[in-house]
T-cell receptor, first 113, second 113 residues
Framework: GENVEQHPSTLSVQEGDSAVIKCTYSDSASNYFPWYKQELGKRPQLIIDIRSNVGEKKDQRIAVTLNKTAKHFSLHITETQPEDSAVYFCAASKKGSARQLTFGSGTQLTVLP | DGGITQSPKYLFRKEGQNVTLSCEQNLNHDAMYWYRQDPGQGLRLIYYSQIVNDFQKGDIAEGYSVSREKKESFPLTVTSAQKNPTAFYLC????????????FGPGTRLTVL
């Protein structure tokens, strides 16, 4: 089955700096890669996603890049703010799998004021 | 995200007891999912259902059971056979297997005393 590895497990940045979180996946058939943000004690919420037919997608301060050849994808957050502090999860899924998501282990991002 | 609810928010169970976690959605979604979340780990899929009266095991189904008698409801029973049931349980739904985005409920924190 699919295996998703996520790094780093913790990340601290100064407010205004950029943050990058990286994930690798094992199944070359995976074609959908969402990123979820989870604040303490709350539900995960989708912040951005990318499909395998695109290499990059941006939404304001957030961007995701995908390298299908290397089977890795990354989340980039620019101009970080304290409210960006949360746990971020990457995931992967493929067609024909009932859209099961395989999640990475999460990255605790702390933005220091 | 207000269209998917879980109850109770906190649940305490004695060893040897079965407990049932509720998940309801009014989003008219066909697919529903149950995940378990442990500290320092990503979400792991327990069971999923693509349509009423049908459900499939996920990666960690042992010790759990589900039913899908109504489109809106997908309850999860944690049985006494589950060796380490203390965790945060998240329910999710999506329009259907052709649609990627999963919407999560607020979660139930189960503690075995």
């Amino acid at each position: 089955g699919e295996n998703v590895e996520q790094h780093p497990s913790t990340l601290s940045v100064q407010e205004g700096d950029s943050a990058v979180i990286k994930c690798t996946y094992s199944d070359s058939a995976s074609n959908y890669f969402p990123w979820y943000k989870q604040e303490l004690g709350k539900r995960p919420q989708l912040i951005i996603d990318i499909r395998s037919n695109v290499g990059e997608k941006k939404d304001q301060r957030i961007a995701v890049t995908l390298n299908k050849t290397a089977k890795h994808f990354s989340l980039h957050i620019t101009e970080t703010q304290p409210e960006d502090s949360a746990v971020y999860f990457c995931a992967a899924s493929k067609k024909g799998s009932a859209r099961q998501l395989t999640f990475g282990s999460g990255t605790q991002l702390t933005v220091l004021p | 995200d207000g269209g998917i609810t879980q109850s109770p928010k906190y649940l305490f169970r004695k060893e040897g007891q079965n407990v049932t976690l509720s998940c309801e959605q009014n989003l008219n979604h066909d697919a529903m999912y149950w995940y378990r979340q442990d500290p320092g780990q990503g979400l792991r899929l327990i069971y999923y259902s693509q349509i009423v009266n049908d459900f499939q095991k996920g990666d960690i189904a042992e010790g759990y059971s589900v039913s899908r008698e109504k489109k809106e409801s997908f309850p999860l029973t944690v049985t006494s056979a589950q060796k380490n049931p203390t965790a945060f349980y998240l329910c999710a739904s999506s329009l259907g297997v052709a649609y990627n985005e999963q919407f999560f409920g607020p979660g139930t924190r189960l503690t075995v005393l």
